[in-house]
């Protein structure tokens, strides 16, 4: 419950856009490997994620015009300095 209030208050505030302004040309590498295929997600919830949650994920993911790029492409991009702004690699 305090780590909802946290993150609710982070979201009024404008704390979550401050940091996406402060990192945008860093490379964010989102790493999902346990999607639940069906109740994994309720005896196992700390390595399994309901599908629901995931495509909620990917939605925001699409929604905030993430760019989401292939790990070889973004670490090229990161050698030749043309990264775009708040790239994505999912895994």
């Known amino acids: 419950m ?3 209030a946290a993150l609710q208050i ?3 505030t404008g704390g979550f856009s401050l940091a996406r302004s402060l990192s945008k040309q860093k ?16 005896f196992k919830p700390a390595l399994f994620m309901s599908t629901e949650r ?5 939605q925001t993911i699409a929604d905030q015009h993430y760019p989401v790029l292939s790990l070889g492409d973004a670490l090229q991009r990161l050698d030749n300095h043309t990264l775009p702004d708040n790239a994505v690699v999912l895994t």
């Open 54 to 58: 995931f495509h909620q994920r990917m």
């Open 10 to 12: 982070l979201k009024l």
């Open 2 to 4: 305090i780590k909802q």
């Open 27 to 42: 490379l964010r590498i989102l790493c999902y490997h346990g999607i639940a295929l069906d109740d994994e997600h309720r």
